[in-house]
């Protein structure tokens, strides 16, 4: 299975986001402005780790980036940005690992939620270049897919460097099992992780 996720997505997700593309060009935006706020409050909460602030310093200006973009696109299809609103997705998905431990036991989970958001955000957008019938975003989903499969294997990478291999690999073998629950509670939404 692609990234290592254990439950592929329903590919009639793919339908339901093309009919409702306002609604999911408008989460998506949210969703890079959110990895964007992840990637500096990693930064804020772990400058004692030089090569892990740089990286999340160079992602910062990538998701901004990626949010400009998407940004741009809802305004050249004539909707507007609308109001945030909470990724039920996240806020289940975070609940798996338990709350306090040390310091570095908090960093490995943080490390571990952001590379599986990654791994289904990348997943979802081969999907829509797959599916989608308008050319022009089966495109812009492409190329951002590919960074999205990079950020999923840095994070992971992190965890593993930073943490003892074999806890932060059955560390994420739960976490996906507990992540395949979620996507197959979730009906197909307006979304892009629902």
Known sequence: MMLGLKLPT???WANIAEKN??????DHAWCEQKAASTAISLIINYPEYPELVQAMIELTEEEMSHFKMVHDKILERGFQLGWYKPDPY???LMKFFPKGGSRLDQLIHRLLYAGLIEA???ERFK???EQLEDKELKLFYKKLMISEANHYTMFL?????YGD????DEKWQSLLDYEAKIINS???GKNIHG
């Open 186 to 188: 979730f009906s197909a």
């Open 157 to 161: 990478n992190f965890a593993r460097k």
């Open 90 to 92: 996240v806020q289940e």
């Open 21 to 26: 593309i306002d609604d999911i060009l408008i």
């Open 10 to 12: 329903d590919p009639r």
């Open 120 to 122: 289904r955000s990348c």
């Open 165 to 168: 291999r074999e806890q932060v």
């Open 127 to 129: 999907l829509l270049t």
